[in-house]
Structures are given as structure tokens and as C-alpha cells.
């Protein structure tokens, strides 16, 4: 192979692996920043149907009163499912594993999202206030998959690593034995904490973020200075392009 060959396909290497290192790092920030571009494509949504629902329950105190959540959003309606609105929260409303109205009070419910928290709103959605002191971390990866309010409007909250029930103002705790023999973490999940940066805390987003740029702005340039024309090198100004004859 010759010099030049191998200059080629360094070159095109380089390019393909420029490409890669585009898609992870991209990725890797609309992993973390969601709320910057979906609603970019909120708007490709039509009117929400009750066959769209994920997720739905009615109210205690007015049977014709439903929340729903299509996966993407969340809706109410107050005529049994004949119209519908969009009910909206500071955070994106996707992943919604349960909802929940209180048994006590009317226009009290609760929703909760797997990866985010679980927010809760006593208006009839208008304003939303979050959970807080959770006896553990949705974001780091231990999911919510199911909550229920007990008749004392007490959370009662399962994740895949354990059961978690509000007494007061604190929790009561039962870990799987099972989940947590096999280890707190599945592959899956320290591959997604990895390529978010999430398995390295509070500064594991903004590190990620920061690296991830310093990729993108290195591929570029790469991809530029591959492909942009170079200049021929002229002589230097007193040397001569001519070979000189050596004096005998």
C-alpha cells in the first residue's frame, strides 16, 4: 500500500469515525435535556382519543371526571371522555406509569412519571406542586412503576427494587431481597447511566454535557479540515524551485 493510499484511508476512517462520535454525543445531550426539542414535535400530535390512553382513572367524587395520559402527555376531561385538554406540567409529561386521584378530596390527584418524580395537584391540574424527600433517586434509575394513595392521602409507591409506603413524614421500606441478590443494577441500566452520565451523580449531567460539545466541535473541525482545499506551498522568498548543480 502506498503513502498515499494510506493517507486516504486514514482519512476516511477519520470520517466515519467523526460520524459515530456525532451521534453519540448528540444523543447523549437529548438524553439529558429532553425538554429542549420535544416540543419541536408536539405539534405533529391530533386531538387525543381514549383509544390513545395509556394509562386512565376516573374520579372518586365525579365518575364523569378521567385523567388519561397518552405516553406523551397528559388529559382531562369532564363529560366522561367526550372532550379533552391537555393538562400542563413544568416537566414533559411522557413516561407516565400511574395515576391517581385522592379518595378524600375532590380535585386532588397525583401523577406519576418513571424517570422524573411524582407531582401532584389539589386545583384540578392548574398547579402542580413535586414530591419531595423520596426515600429514593428516579433519575439515578430506580424507576416508579406503580403508585397508590391510601385512604390518609399516603403514597404508596413500587419501584423494581422495592416497596416504599409515606407514614407522616417519613417512608417505610421493603427491598426486594430477590432484586437486590442479583445486584441494585442490570446491564441495561449502567449502559444508559454511562452514556448520560447519570451514574456519576449531580455533576454527571453537566460533565457529560461539557464533553460532549468538546466532541461535537472536534468532529467538525475534523470533517473541515479534511475536506477543505489546500493551498500549494510556494517557494520561500530568496530560495530557488530549481534544482542547483553542485560544483565540481
Not at 397528559?74 to 385538554?85: E, H, K, N, P, V
Not at 441495561?188 to 451523580?201: A, E, S
Request: aromatic share 10%.
Amino acid at each position: 500500500m502506498t503513502r498515499h493510499q494510506i493517507r486516504a484511508l486514514h482519512k476516511w476512517v477519520g470520517v466515519v469515525c467523526c460520524a459515530f462520535t456525532l451521534v453519540v454525543s448528540v444523543t447523549a445531550v437529548a438524553l439529558n435535556h429532553p425538554e429542549a426539542w420535544k416540543p419541536l414535535f408536539s405539534h405533529a400530535q391530533g386531538p387525543f382519543s381514549p383509544a390513545q390512553a395509556a394509562v386512565m382513572v376516573s374520579d372518586p367524587f365525579a365518575p364523569q371526571h378521567l385523567l388519561a395520559s397518552s405516553g406523551k402527555a397528559l388529559f382531562q376531561s369532564r363529560d366522561g371522555g367526550q372532550t379533552w385538554a391537555e393538562l400542563k406540567l413544568y416537566v414533559p409529561a411522557d413516561k407516565v406509569t400511574t395515576l391517581a386521584f385522592s379518595p378524600t378530596s375532590r380535585d386532588r390527584f397525583w401523577i406519576g412519571l418513571k424517570e422524573v418524580g411524582i407531582f401532584t395537584s389539589d386545583d384540578g391540574g392548574d398547579v402542580w406542586e413535586e414530591v419531595t424527600g423520596l426515600p429514593f433517586d428516579p433519575v439515578a434509575g430506580e424507576y416508579i412503576e406503580q403508585l397508590s394513595i391510601t385512604t390518609h392521602n399516603q403514597l404508596v409507591i413500587k419501584t423494581r427494587y422495592g416497596l416504599y409506603t409515606q407514614q407522616g413524614d417519613g417512608w417505610r421500606s421493603h427491598r426486594f431481597p430477590e432484586i437486590n441478590a442479583a445486584g441494585l443494577n442490570t446491564a441495561q441500566d449502567w449502559i444508559w447511566r454511562l452514556h448520560t452520565g447519570r451514574g456519576l451523580g449531580a455533576w454527571g449531567i453537566p460533565l457529560y454535557d461539557a464533553i460532549a460539545v468538546s466532541l461535537i466541535f472536534l468532529a467538525l473541525s475534523g470533517l473541515w479540515l479534511s475536506f477543505r482545499p489546500r493551498r500549494k506551498s510556494l517557494p520561500r522568498k530568496g530560495v530557488s524551485s530549481q534544482p542547483q548543480q553542485v560544483l565540481q
